[in-house]
């Protein structure tokens, strides 16, 4: 039962476009979503967040955008650059004390200069 | 300030051995939360822990997976008589709070059982 789904396994763009990742999830207690980032032999870094009061959250290049209606999300990168190149995990949760993150599978982005 | 150290990087082991997956935390940290990585899948909770205590372990397989956070050193994520299909990136994070918004990860330690 996959809770959170990312069904781009994969996405490459060109060096100065915008990246679009997409999730869906579909359990209506989550109310707080990551994405994070992930290069290899690493751990996942935390790249941004968003509470479901909003709607929308920005952080320099990066944007992430929640329809709570449809349970989807999406992160915005732009301008797209090299480094970004790397595999973005989407998680969601419950905010309450103590919960964990649901995962979803991941989307490996490869940015082409 | 040293982030969430975890220790070894890489483990091999045979079938039927035990594997010990070491976790410190970050300085003030004293939530830690243990996840499994299979190949080219998402990370899955398997537990959280406090100081000495086990708060929520419903992540873990009922047998041979253990889990503790002793008042001093590190959480252990111990497996008895590992098989192949132990073979994971073992990743913990620790956060200063409960909740799922404070969390920093560790690099992960990648057991290979042959």
């Known amino acids: 039962d996959q809770q959170v789904k990312q069904n781009s396994p994969s996405l490459s763009v060109q060096e100065g476009r915008i990246s679009i990742l997409n999730c869906d999830y579909t359990n209506s207690m989550f109310d707080y979503f990551l994405w994070y980032k992930k290069y290899p032999a690493e751990g996942p870094t935390f790249l941004i967040s968003i509470s479901s009061i909003k709607d929308k959250n920005e952080d320099g290049r990066f944007t992430v955008f929640l329809n709570k209606s449809a349970k989807h999300l999406s992160l915005h990168i732009v301008p797209s650059q090299p480094g970004d190149s790397a595999v973005y995990f989407c998680?969601?949760?419950?905010?309450?004390?103590?919960?964990?993150?649901?995962f979803g599978g991941g989307t490996r982005v490869l940015v082409k200069p | 300030n040293a982030g969430v150290m975890q220790n070894p990087r890489h483990l091999v082991r045979r079938r039927g051995q035990e594997a010990r997956l070491r976790c410190s935390p970050m300085?003030?940290?004293?939530?830690v939360y243990w996840y499994r990585q299979l190949p080219e899948e998402g990370l899955k909770f398997m537990v959280y822990l406090q100081k000495e205590n086990i708060i929520d372990e419903s992540g873990m397989p009922k047998e041979r997976f253990s889990a503790e956070f002793p008042k001093e050193g590190p959480s252990i994520l111990r497996i008895q008589q590992v098989v192949r299909g132990d073979s994971a990136a073992y990743f913990c994070a620790s956060s200063p709070t409960a909740g799922v918004d404070g969390y920093t990860f560790g690099s992960g330690t990648r057991l290979t059982v042959v």
């Open positions: 300085k003030g940290h004293s939530h």
């Open positions: 998680a969601a949760g419950p905010r309450a004390a103590g919960n964990k993150l649901t």
